[in-house]
Protein backbone atom coordinates (compact mmCIF):
# COMPACT_ATOMS: atom_id res chain seq x y z
CA UNK A 1 0.00 0.00 0.00
CA UNK A 2 1.64 3.70 -0.40
CA UNK A 3 0.16 7.35 -0.90
CA UNK A 4 1.00 9.80 -3.55
CA UNK A 5 0.65 13.50 -2.74
CA UNK A 6 1.68 16.65 -5.68
CA UNK A 7 1.71 20.69 -5.39
CA UNK A 8 0.56 21.63 -8.36
CA UNK A 9 2.16 23.86 -10.77
CA UNK A 10 0.51 26.09 -13.63
CA UNK A 11 1.64 29.46 -15.17
CA UNK A 12 3.61 30.43 -12.84
CA UNK A 13 1.84 29.51 -9.79
CA UNK A 14 1.88 27.18 -7.25
CA UNK A 15 -1.30 25.73 -5.59
CA UNK A 16 -1.68 23.57 -2.42
CA UNK A 17 -4.69 23.04 0.18
CA UNK A 18 -5.04 23.51 3.85
CA UNK A 19 -6.29 21.07 5.81
CA UNK A 20 -10.11 22.09 7.63
CA UNK A 21 -9.43 22.57 10.95
CA UNK A 22 -13.47 21.29 11.36
CA UNK A 23 -12.81 17.74 9.97
CA UNK A 24 -15.43 16.16 8.54
CA UNK A 25 -15.47 12.95 10.31
CA UNK A 26 -17.11 12.28 13.04
CA UNK A 27 -16.45 10.45 16.40
CA UNK A 28 -19.32 7.68 17.67
CA UNK A 29 -20.23 10.14 20.24
CA UNK A 30 -20.71 12.50 17.31
CA UNK A 31 -18.30 15.05 17.90
CA UNK A 32 -15.60 16.10 15.48
CA UNK A 33 -12.75 14.46 14.63
CA UNK A 34 -9.59 16.70 14.95
CA UNK A 35 -7.77 16.16 11.17
CA UNK A 36 -4.84 14.65 10.32
CA UNK A 37 -2.50 18.26 9.32
CA UNK A 38 -5.87 20.47 10.95
CA UNK A 39 -5.10 23.70 10.33
CA UNK A 40 -2.14 23.03 8.38
CA UNK A 41 -0.67 23.50 4.77
CA UNK A 42 -0.69 20.36 2.87
CA UNK A 43 -0.61 18.38 -0.88
CA UNK A 44 -3.03 17.08 -2.57
CA UNK A 45 -3.15 13.39 -2.95
CA UNK A 46 -4.47 10.09 -0.36
CA UNK A 47 -4.00 6.49 -0.76
CA UNK A 48 -3.39 4.42 -3.60
CA UNK A 49 -5.21 0.92 -2.95
CA UNK A 50 -5.28 -1.06 -5.40
CA UNK A 51 -5.61 1.91 -8.31
CA UNK A 52 -2.64 3.20 -10.58
CA UNK A 53 -0.77 5.78 -8.25
CA UNK A 54 -1.53 8.30 -11.11
CA UNK A 55 -4.76 7.80 -10.87
CA UNK A 56 -4.93 7.66 -7.57
CA UNK A 57 -3.64 11.09 -7.34
CA UNK A 58 -5.88 12.00 -10.36
CA UNK A 59 -8.94 11.21 -8.04
CA UNK A 60 -8.04 12.88 -5.03
CA UNK A 61 -6.79 15.83 -6.34
CA UNK A 62 -10.57 16.12 -8.41
CA UNK A 63 -12.00 15.41 -4.96
CA UNK A 64 -10.00 17.24 -2.94
CA UNK A 65 -10.29 20.49 -4.50
CA UNK A 66 -14.26 19.68 -4.82
CA UNK A 67 -13.82 19.72 -8.71
CA UNK A 68 -11.72 23.37 -8.75
CA UNK A 69 -8.78 21.45 -10.34
CA UNK A 70 -8.42 18.29 -12.59
CA UNK A 71 -4.89 17.15 -13.89
CA UNK A 72 -6.30 14.47 -16.55
CA UNK A 73 -5.90 15.34 -19.91
CA UNK A 74 -8.48 17.06 -21.59
CA UNK A 75 -10.66 15.15 -24.07
CA UNK A 76 -9.27 11.74 -23.32
CA UNK A 77 -11.35 9.06 -22.11
CA UNK A 78 -8.29 6.08 -22.72
CA UNK A 79 -7.43 5.52 -18.82
CA UNK A 80 -3.59 4.45 -19.81
CA UNK A 81 -2.52 7.59 -22.13
CA UNK A 82 -3.87 9.69 -18.82
CA UNK A 83 -1.90 7.87 -16.32
CA UNK A 84 1.43 8.32 -18.85
CA UNK A 85 0.38 11.88 -18.78
CA UNK A 86 0.42 12.81 -15.87
CA UNK A 87 3.13 10.06 -14.50
CA UNK A 88 5.33 12.37 -17.05
CA UNK A 89 4.12 15.59 -15.18
CA UNK A 90 5.46 14.27 -12.20
CA UNK A 91 8.71 13.66 -13.15
CA UNK A 92 9.84 15.90 -10.09
CA UNK A 93 9.87 14.15 -6.93
CA UNK A 94 10.24 16.09 -3.90
CA UNK A 95 10.64 13.66 -1.08
CA UNK A 96 10.53 9.93 -0.73
CA UNK A 97 10.04 7.83 2.43
CA UNK A 98 8.34 4.95 4.28
CA UNK A 99 7.27 3.83 7.02
CA UNK A 100 6.41 0.42 8.82
CA UNK A 101 2.38 -0.16 9.85
CA UNK A 102 0.70 -3.21 11.47
CA UNK A 103 -0.70 -3.84 7.91
CA UNK A 104 2.56 -3.61 6.30
CA UNK A 105 5.03 -0.83 4.46
CA UNK A 106 3.82 2.44 3.27
CA UNK A 107 5.44 4.03 0.95
CA UNK A 108 4.61 8.00 0.80
CA UNK A 109 5.67 9.60 -2.49
CA UNK A 110 5.39 13.48 -2.74
CA UNK A 111 5.51 15.13 -6.64
CA UNK A 112 5.71 18.76 -8.38
CA UNK A 113 3.26 17.79 -10.91
CA UNK A 114 3.99 20.25 -13.94
CA UNK A 115 0.82 21.79 -15.31
CA UNK A 116 2.65 23.39 -18.25
CA UNK A 117 4.11 20.21 -19.15
CA UNK A 118 1.38 19.10 -21.91
CA UNK A 119 -1.74 21.70 -22.42
CA UNK A 120 -4.62 21.19 -21.25
CA UNK A 121 -3.67 18.84 -18.13
CA UNK A 122 -4.76 21.41 -15.30
CA UNK A 123 -8.60 22.29 -16.02
CA UNK A 124 -11.34 22.16 -13.80
CA UNK A 125 -14.27 24.55 -12.46
CA UNK A 126 -10.90 26.99 -10.96
CA UNK A 127 -10.32 30.77 -12.26
CA UNK A 128 -7.50 32.59 -11.05
CA UNK A 129 -10.37 35.86 -10.62
CA UNK A 130 -11.52 32.83 -8.00
CA UNK A 131 -8.49 33.60 -5.51
CA UNK A 132 -8.99 37.50 -5.53
CA UNK A 133 -6.04 39.49 -4.11
CA UNK A 134 -5.76 37.04 -0.96
CA UNK A 135 -4.97 34.46 -3.22
CA UNK A 136 -6.80 32.06 -1.70
CA UNK A 137 -9.77 30.07 -2.46
CA UNK A 138 -12.18 29.28 0.00
CA UNK A 139 -13.65 25.49 -0.04
CA UNK A 140 -17.21 24.47 1.04
CA UNK A 141 -16.28 22.80 4.64
CA UNK A 142 -18.75 20.58 6.90
CA UNK A 143 -20.48 23.76 7.96
CA UNK A 144 -21.90 24.44 4.74
CA UNK A 145 -21.87 21.53 2.56
CA UNK A 146 -23.54 18.94 5.17
CA UNK A 147 -24.52 17.31 2.16
CA UNK A 148 -21.06 16.54 0.45
CA UNK A 149 -19.16 13.78 0.98
CA UNK A 150 -16.77 13.93 3.59
CA UNK A 151 -13.77 13.32 1.56
CA UNK A 152 -15.04 16.33 -0.37
CA UNK A 153 -14.58 18.24 2.74
CA UNK A 154 -11.51 17.35 4.10
CA UNK A 155 -9.74 21.24 2.72
CA UNK A 156 -10.44 24.19 3.89
CA UNK A 157 -8.69 26.10 0.54
CA UNK A 158 -6.23 26.31 -2.04
CA UNK A 159 -3.65 29.22 -1.59
CA UNK A 160 -1.71 29.86 -4.97
CA UNK A 161 1.87 31.02 -4.38
CA UNK A 162 3.25 33.10 -6.94
CA UNK A 163 6.20 31.55 -8.23
CA UNK A 164 8.65 34.78 -7.17
CA UNK A 165 6.83 35.00 -4.31
CA UNK A 166 7.80 31.65 -2.65
CA UNK A 167 10.30 31.30 -0.04
CA UNK A 168 13.40 29.45 0.11
CA UNK A 169 13.26 28.31 3.52
CA UNK A 170 10.31 26.80 5.45
CA UNK A 171 9.85 29.56 8.13
CA UNK A 172 9.60 32.01 5.29
CA UNK A 173 7.05 29.76 3.82
CA UNK A 174 4.75 29.17 6.80
CA UNK A 175 5.15 33.02 7.16
CA UNK A 176 3.48 33.17 4.04
CA UNK A 177 1.07 30.78 4.41
CA UNK A 178 -0.88 31.99 7.50
CA UNK A 179 -0.36 35.49 5.72
CA UNK A 180 -2.60 34.38 2.55
CA UNK A 181 -4.40 31.79 4.64
CA UNK A 182 -5.34 33.62 7.50
CA UNK A 183 -7.77 32.19 10.24
CA UNK A 184 -8.16 28.84 7.98
CA UNK A 185 -4.13 27.96 9.72
CA UNK A 186 -3.23 27.73 12.85
CA UNK A 187 -0.47 29.94 14.22
CA UNK A 188 2.96 29.11 13.20
CA UNK A 189 4.15 28.00 16.95
CA UNK A 190 1.39 25.27 16.51
CA UNK A 191 2.09 23.90 13.44
CA UNK A 192 5.73 23.59 14.19
CA UNK A 193 5.23 21.82 16.84
CA UNK A 194 2.69 19.61 15.82
CA UNK A 195 3.55 15.81 15.74
CA UNK A 196 1.93 15.52 12.58
CA UNK A 197 3.47 18.06 10.69
CA UNK A 198 6.79 16.47 11.58
CA UNK A 199 6.06 13.11 11.18
CA UNK A 200 5.38 11.27 7.48
CA UNK A 201 7.34 13.28 5.72
CA UNK A 202 5.29 16.21 4.90
CA UNK A 203 7.26 18.64 6.88
CA UNK A 204 10.06 17.17 4.14
CA UNK A 205 8.70 17.54 1.45
CA UNK A 206 7.65 21.02 1.87
CA UNK A 207 11.00 22.11 2.91
CA UNK A 208 12.53 20.84 -0.52
CA UNK A 209 10.14 22.27 -2.59
CA UNK A 210 11.09 25.61 -1.09
CA UNK A 211 14.51 24.45 -1.05
CA UNK A 212 14.40 23.69 -5.28
CA UNK A 213 12.05 26.23 -6.09
CA UNK A 214 11.74 29.33 -3.46
CA UNK A 215 14.06 32.58 -4.01
CA UNK A 216 16.35 34.11 -1.16
CA UNK A 217 14.75 37.74 0.10
CA UNK A 218 17.31 40.09 1.00
CA UNK A 219 16.82 41.94 3.96
CA UNK A 220 16.52 46.20 3.49
CA UNK A 221 19.77 47.58 5.23
Known amino acids: MGKVYCIIKRNGNFYFPVKSKAGPYQNEDGSLKVGYLAGMPNFFGGTVNRRNKFRALWAEVLEESQDKISIGLYGSEDEN??????????????????????????????????????????????????????????????????????????????????????????????????????????????????????DEGTRNAFEEFCRRYGHRRISAT
Open 81 to 198: EQNCKIESACQVELFQTSFQSRRGRIDYDFYLFDGDCYAGMVTGEMTIADFGAANRLALATDAVAPNEKPERREMACILKIPENRLPDNIDGFLDLCIEMGGDFLLDKGSITSHRDWN
